[in-house]
């Protein structure tokens, strides 16, 4: 995993929690990191970005 994806993990994690907050009820999270992505779109958990990746979901 690249360093970035858990920088970009948190970024996404604190821009649906800004979103949230403010009752927008549909959003669309563009990254150019495929290997966050993929983790977003699966139901697999790296054990590094587990606690991010459970907020997120």
């Given at each position: 995993?690249?360093l970035g994806t858990?920088?970009?993990?948190?970024?996404?994690?604190?821009?649906?929690?800004?979103a949230t907050s403010?009752?927008?009820?549909?959003?669309?999270?563009?990254?150019?990191?495929?290997?966050?992505?993929?983790?977003?779109?699966?139901?697999?958990?790296?054990?590094s970005l587990k606690?991010?990746?459970?907020?997120?979901?």
């Open positions: 995993m690249q858990p920088l970009q993990a948190l970024a996404v994690k604190a821009a649906l929690t800004a403010s009752q927008v009820c549909s959003i669309r999270v563009y990254s150019d990191s495929k290997s966050l992505i993929k983790l977003l779109n699966s139901q697999d958990c790296d054990v606690g991010v990746l459970h907020d997120i979901n």
